[in-house]
């Protein structure tokens, strides 16, 4: 952490470097203006795993809430550059979703935002789990909470992308990690560390040019601007289950595009996480929006998905074995080449 900091420190020296020293927060939010008269803070804590940015849940003697920071790193892996403008666009995300009565229940307050200081303080959402424990072996999740996850999106996909930020730097980091380093014949990754077998397995997808260049067209469609307002990152990761029902968070990957993008990685990770392939076939007519959405392009999305999770960097903790991951990989391809469902 020290390192990380004085990386920080030597890129931004005017800015704050969030940590869990409580004296240093305490001065950070007085010379904010962000503590409430006669609020005294009293401990603080993790919150959950962060996979982009650092954040931490502050309670003091009247209330909790979160702290985020973005940093010029991804927080999981800090070898990988970010841009750290994301928290400005997420914060635009959560002032978008507040004027909307039905998104609004779903997402937390923004209450409070520092440019400078790439911060942001958000309504604590309490003790929610994320919804990770879905790629375990027979966790199974319920049709009606699918079904609220698709409809949040149908509502979602009905705020116009017109006005709303590019967010081009975070598409090209995550363009990389989806379209591109996955698919390279050699690109370092050994991914029989991760599964015995699977560096074999991998070879009929990276040496595959018909499929490869069906992805390197679904990646351009990916970085061109759309129309509709998309979270960007919509994986069981970024769905929260709390005692007062689902909650949506880390749109840091929000952008103006196309609603199969969403529709598509939603798809995809009901196949990683091996839920049945009824729920996974009413997906699309549990879609309601305004927008016509494209089987094919969300095919394409949803496989590309599917391969990039088994074969790249942001690996998920799946315990399918290799028969299991080996028929996704088959089923991603058959969806990218065909744009059929079925």
């Known amino acids: ?93 959560f002032q978008e979703v507040a004027i909307n009565p039905f998104l609004r229940k779903y997402s937390p307050e923004l209450i409070a935002m520092s440019p400078e200081h790439f911060m942001m303080m958000l309504g604590d959402l309490g003790e929610g789990v994320d919804y990770m424990s879905l790629y375990k072996k027979d966790e199974k999740v319920p049709d009606e909470e699918i079904q609220e996850a698709v409809k949040y999106l149908g509502s979602l996909h009905q705020i116009s992308g017109a ?62 601007r759309g129309s509709v307002l998309v979270h960007g990152d919509f994986y069981p990761g970024s769905w929260l289950k709390t005692s007062e029902g689902l909650k949506v968070i880390d749109p840091e990957f929000s952008f103006p595009g196309m609603p199969e993008f969403d529709l598509g990685v939603l798809v995809a990770h009901m196949v990683l996480s091996e839920q049945d392939q009824s729920v996974i076939h009413q997906i699309p007519g549990w879609y309601s929006s305004s927008t016509k959405v494209d089987e094919s ?34 089923l991603a391809e058959k969806w990218i080449m065909t744009g059929k469902l079925n």
């Open 1 to 93: 952490m020290d390192t990380l900091k004085h990386q920080f420190h030597q890129l931004f020296p005017n800015s704050y470097f969030l940590d869990t020293d409580l004296q240093g927060i305490s001065q950070f939010l007085l010379d904010k203006g962000w503590l409430q008269q006669g609020e005294s803070l009293e401990r603080t804590e993790k919150p959950g795993e962060g996979n982009m940015n650092y954040v931490l849940r502050v309670r003091t003697n009247k209330r909790s809430f979160i702290l985020k920071q973005a940093r010029p790193w991804v927080e999981k892996y800090p070898q990988i550059s970010a841009p750290v403008e994301r928290n400005q666009v997420e914060a635009t995300y």
């Open 297 to 330: 392009l969300l095919c394409g999305f949803a496989g590309t998905e599917i391969l990039r999770r088994i074969l790249g960097v942001a690996q998920l903790p799946l315990e399918a074995d290799l028969p299991a991951r080996v028929t996704m990989m088959q």
């Open 163 to 224: 006005e709303y930020p590019d967010n081009q730097a975070m598409r090209v980091l995550n363009h990389e990690h989806i379209f591109h380093f996955p698919f390279l014949e050699d690109n370092g990754m050994d991914l029989d560390t991760i599964l015995s077998g699977l560096q074999e397995s991998s070879l009929a997808y990276r040496k595959n040019i018909p499929l490869k260049e069906k992805i390197t067209q679904l990646g351009e469609k990916y970085l061109s």
